[in-house]
């Protein structure tokens, strides 16, 4: 991958959330793993697909459309190269990284404390960070998507 740039609501790198399936396999090649991860409590999707790319510290989550195609709903990064609000993002502990997210003007942050690690949740860019003892391990983001019945797709909501 020539970038390393997390993007809210956009992508990662030359990804781009709602992207197709067959899209993303085209520019990063076959996959490391594949796993379908199935809802058992009837919520909606009733499935994702995620692939992994372990060299490039990449979780891709794909939603089923009705079409019978894939399109990706979520990016989650574990490359410590990456490179978000112009910083590298897993060089920053919490604190910095609350400064920073307040910075680029989002302000709507759940932070939740588990055992063994802390999630800060920023609803208005849609984006999740997973620390591990002040460690930042994981981003996520993703975006909303719906049916778009007038271009026969799906559409960003």
């Known amino acids: 991958m020539e970038s390393l740039e997390i993007k809210p609501f956009e992508g990662f790198g030359e990804i781009e ?3 197709l399936k ?3 396999v085209q520019i990063l090649g076959q996959p ?12 909606e999707p ?5 692939i992994d790319y372990f060299e490039n510290g990449l979780a891709l989550y794909f939603e ?3 079409d019978d195609d894939q399109f990706l709903v979520m990016i ?4 410590h190269d990456a490179v978000m609000f112009g910083r590298r993002i897993f060089k920053m502990k919490k604190d910095t990284l609350v400064k920073t997210i307040h910075e680029q003007g989002y302000s ?5 404390d588990e055992e063994d690690e802390t999630r800060l949740i920023v609803q208005d860019a849609l984006s999740e960070f997973i620390f591990e003892d002040n460690d930042l391990i994981v981003v996520r983001i993703w975006a909303e998507f719906e049916e ?3 271009e026969g797709g799906i559409s960003l909501n």
Do not use: K, R
């Not at 490391?32 to 919520?43: A, K, P, R, Y």
């Not at 989650?76 to 490359?79: D, I, R």
């Open 64 to 66: 089923d459309t009705e």
């Open 32 to 43: 490391d793993d594949s796993e379908v991860i199935h809802d058992e409590d009837g919520e």
């Open 22 to 24: 067959s899209e993303v």
């Open 76 to 79: 989650e990064v574990e490359n």
């Open 148 to 150: 778009d019945e007038s």
């Open 17 to 19: 959330l709602g992207m």
């Open 108 to 112: 709507d942050i759940i932070e939740e």
């Open 46 to 50: 009733a499935s994702l697909t995620v």
